[in-house]
C-alpha cells in the first residue's frame, strides 16, 4: 500500500521535472519572428475585444502594456540606449526613474495608435537569419485599410528567459524608436545632466495627461 | 505630339522663374550656413533650417491647419478617401517612370497596372480598385531613383512652405515637379485648384501624425528631421535598409535578467 503510493509520488515528482525541463527548451525553440507573430496577433485580438482600450483608457492601455507586451521587452537596454553615454553615470535610482518616465512616455503616444484597431492582421515578411544570430530583426506589416504600416522590430536572444527572445528597438514606418530618442535625449543629459533629462520627462508626461 | 507639348511650354515659363528662386534660396542656404562647435553632420545648416521650421510653423498655424482641420471635419470621410485616392493615383504615374529608372521591372509594372486600372475602372483615380484587386503600391519619386543610383541624401533642407527636405531631394523636385500630371494641366484655375486641394487634403492626413509628434517629442525639429531622414533612407531602399554602423550601447545586451 504504502509502495503504491510511494511509487505514485515518485511518478508524479518525474513528471513535473520532465515538465520543467522541457517547457523553457520548448519556449526557446520559438523562433523570433514566430514570437513576434504570435504577440502581436494576441495583442491585436485584446485590443479588439477591449471596448475600454479602444475608447482610449490609458489604465487599461497600460495594464495590457505591462502584461502582454513589457515581459517581452528588454527596456532597460532601449532606455539606456536612448539615453546614451550617460546612463553609466546614472544611479540605480535614476535608471529606475528614466524607465519608468520613458515607458509612460511611449505608452502615450501609441495609446492613440491603438485606440484605432480595427480590422489589422499582422503580415510576417521574409527573414534573413541563421539559427546561431543572437541578435535578428523581425520585419512585419499591419495590413488593414489604407497603406500597410511597416512595423519591425530587432531582438536579442535570451535563452530560458521568457519566450527566448526579447525586443530591444522598434521601428515603425521606417523610423527606429530608440535612435529618433538618442537625438531628443542628447542636449537634455549634455545641458541639465540625467537629473534634468528626468525632469524634463516628468514635465513632459504631465503635460500630456492634461491633453488628454 | 502637340497635345504634349503645349502644356510643357505652359510650364517652361514657371520653370525659368523657379530657377530664379531657386538661386536665390541657395544664396540664403550659405548665407545662413554656420558650422558651430554643437553642429550636427546631418544638418550643418541647422541655424538656417530652425528658422525656416519656425517660419513654416507660423504659416501652417495661421493658414494650412486651420483649413485642413476644417476640411477634414465637414468633407465627408468618403470624399476625403476619394480625394487622397485621386492624387495617389497621379503619384503612381509618376512611380511608374521611377520604378522603370530604377530597373525596378515589376514593381513598374504593378504601378503602371495600377494606375490603368484606376483610372478607368476607379473613375478617374477617385476609387482605388487596384488595392482591393491587390495590386501592391510601389511608391517612388526622383529622390529616391537618386538614392537608388548612390546619391547620398546630403545635409538636410527645410524648404519655406515645402518642408522638410534634404540636397538630394531637394534636387529632385524640378523633375518630382514636371512629373507630376497637375503641373501639365493646361486652365490655371483647374491647376491651382488641384494644388491647394492637395495641399489641404495631405495637411489633413498628417493631423493625427501632428498630435502625436506633439506629444513624443522634446524637440519637435530635431524628431521631425531625423524621422525625416530615416523615412526617406528607408524608402530608397524600400523598406529593407541595410544596417548602418552599430551605436555603441550603453549597456551590453543581457545585462540585467528582467
Given at each position: 500500500m504504502h509502495r503504491r503510493i510511494f511509487n505514485r509520488l515518485l511518478a508524479g515528482v518525474a513528471g513535473i521535472a520532465m515538465v520543467l525541463t522541457i517547457a523553457p527548451a520548448c519556449a526557446v525553440d520559438e523562433a523570433a519572428d514566430v514570437m513576434i507573430h504570435?504577440?502581436?496577433?494576441?495583442?491585436?485580438?485584446?485590443?479588439k475585444t477591449d471596448a475600454n482600450i479602444k475608447s482610449g483608457d490609458l489604465s487599461r492601455i497600460i495594464a495590457l502594456v505591462d502584461s502582454k507586451i513589457m515581459p517581452n521587452v528588454n527596456f532597460q537596454r532601449m532606455t539606456?540606449?536612448?539615453?546614451?553615454?550617460?546612463?553609466?553615470?546614472a544611479t540605480p535610482e535614476q535608471k529606475m526613474r528614466l524607465q519608468e518616465e520613458f515607458k509612460i512616455l511611449l505608452v502615450r503616444t501609441y495609446a492613440g495608435a491603438l485606440a484605432q484597431v480595427s480590422d489589422q492582421v499582422v503580415v510576417l515578411k521574409p527573414m534573413r537569419a541563421s539559427p546561431e544570430d543572437r541578435e535578428v530583426v523581425v520585419r512585419t506589416e499591419v495590413k488593414g485599410r489604407g497603406d500597410p504600416i511597416q512595423l519591425?522590430?530587432?531582438?536579442?536572444?535570451?535563452?530560458?528567459?521568457?519566450?527566448?527572445?526579447?525586443?530591444?528597438?522598434?521601428?515603425?514606418?521606417?523610423?527606429?524608436?530608440?535612435?529618433?530618442?538618442?537625438?531628443?535625449?542628447?542636449p537634455e543629459v549634455n545641458a541639465k545632466g540625467i537629473d534634468g533629462l528626468i525632469a524634463t520627462l516628468v514635465e513632459r508626461n504631465r503635460a500630456n495627461a492634461k491633453k488628454g | 505630339m502637340t497635345l504634349l507639348w503645349r502644356p510643357y511650354r505652359a510650364f517652361a515659363g514657371v520653370r525659368t522663374r523657379s530657377q530664379r528662386l531657386l538661386v536665390i534660396f541657395l544664396g540664403l542656404i550659405l548665407a545662413g550656413c554656420a558650422t558651430g562647435p554643437n553642429a550636427n553632420p546631418v544638418d550643418p545648416l541647422e541655424p538656417f533650417n530652425r528658422s525656416v521650421y519656425r517660419f513654416n510653423d507660423a504659416?501652417?498655424?495661421?493658414?494650412?491647419?486651420?483649413?485642413?482641420?476644417?476640411?477634414?471635419?465637414?468633407?465627408?470621410?468618403?470624399?476625403?478617401?476619394?480625394?487622397?485616392?485621386?492624387?495617389?493615383?497621379?503619384?503612381?504615374?509618376?512611380?511608374?517612370?521611377?520604378?522603370?529608372?530604377q530597373l525596378k521591372g515589376e514593381a513598374a509594372g504593378d504601378s503602371f497596372f495600377r494606375f490603368g486600372v484606376n483610372t478607368f475602372m476607379g473613375l478617374g483615380g477617385i476609387l482605388d480598385v487596384a488595392t482591393e484587386m491587390?495590386?501592391?503600391?510601389?511608391?517612388?519619386?526622383?529622390?529616391?531613383?537618386?538614392?537608388?543610383?548612390?546619391?547620398?541624401?546630403?545635409?538636410?533642407?527645410?524648404l519655406p512652405i515645402l518642408g522638410p527636405s534634404s540636397l538630394r531631394d531637394t534636387a529632385a523636385l524640378p523633375a518630382d515637379i514636371r512629373g507630376d500630371a497637375v503641373t501639365h494641366i493646361e486652365d490655371?484655375?483647374?491647376?491651382?485648384?488641384?494644388?491647394?486641394?492637395?495641399?489641404?487634403?495631405?495637411?489633413?492626413?498628417?493631423l493625427k501624425a501632428e498630435a502625436v509628434l506633439d506629444q513624443a517629442a522634446l524637440d519637435k525639429y530635431s524628431f521631425i528631421r531625423d524621422a525625416y531622414l530615416q523615412r526617406r533612407r528607408n524608402a530608397v531602399y524600400?523598406?529593407?535598409?541595410?544596417?548602418?554602423?552599430?551605436v555603441e550601447d550603453a549597456e551590453p545586451p543581457n545585462s540585467l535578467p528582467k
Open positions: 504570435r504577440l502581436s496577433t494576441d495583442v491585436l485580438d485584446n485590443i539606456a540606449s536612448a539615453v546614451g553615454p550617460g546612463w553609466r553615470q519591425d522590430y530587432r531582438l536579442e536572444k535570451t535563452p530560458g528567459v521568457g519566450a527566448g527572445w526579447k525586443i530591444y528597438n522598434l521601428n515603425v514606418l521606417g523610423v527606429w524608436l530608440v535612435e529618433t530618442y538618442r537625438s531628443q535625449f542628447a | 504659416v501652417d498655424q495661421a493658414v494650412f491647419k486651420p483649413v485642413a482641420t476644417t476640411y477634414r471635419d465637414v468633407t465627408p470621410s468618403l470624399v476625403q478617401r476619394g480625394v487622397s485616392n485621386f492624387f495617389n493615383n497621379l503619384e503612381d504615374a509618376w512611380s511608374v517612370v521611377n520604378n522603370a529608372l491587390r495590386i501592391e503600391r510601389h511608391n517612388e519619386d526622383f529622390g529616391q531613383t537618386l538614392g537608388y543610383w548612390g546619391v547620398g541624401p546630403g545635409p538636410y533642407i527645410v490655371v484655375t483647374t491647376r491651382n485648384t488641384l494644388w491647394a486641394l492637395r495641399a489641404t487634403d495631405d495637411r489633413a492626413d498628417l524600400d523598406g529593407d535598409p541595410p544596417e548602418e554602423e552599430p
